[in-house]
């Protein structure tokens, strides 16, 4: 990020992608510990929209990868982990709603 400033290059996609990742993370967090997080429900939506843009070029990477390789397995974890952000940021969603 810094060095996409330092070069004037636009971070806005960068930055929301970021946020989207650091609000699944919290919520994650949140979940395994049992404690509230202060995302509002327009944070939530956007955060779940943008990981599942990022999901489908995780996937196709993965699919690209070799059998066995190091980042096959990274990948895996990656989009084991996005998957389950997305998935617990809808169930806050519902909760929210009801």
């Known amino acids: 990020m ?5 070069k004037g290059v636009s ?3 960068v930055r929301k992608r970021l946020e989207a ?3 699944g993370l919290d ?6 510990n049992h404690k509230s997080h202060n995302h ?5 939506k956007s955060a779940q929209v943008i990981l599942e843009g990022l999901l489908p070029g995780i ?11 190091p980042q096959r397995t990274l990948l895996v974890r990656r989009i084991k982990s996005l998957e389950l952000a997305i998935e ?3 169930n806050h969603l519902d909760h929210k709603k009801g």
């Open 21 to 23: 990742l650091r609000t």
């Open 40 to 44: 509002t429900i327009d944070d939530l």
């Open 88 to 90: 617990e940021i809808g």
């Open 59 to 69: 996937v196709r990477m993965y699919e690209k990868s070799k059998l066995g390789s």
């Open 11 to 13: 971070t806005t996609l």
């Open 27 to 32: 919520i994650l967090e949140s979940t395994w």
């Open 2 to 6: 810094a060095q996409m400033t330092e």
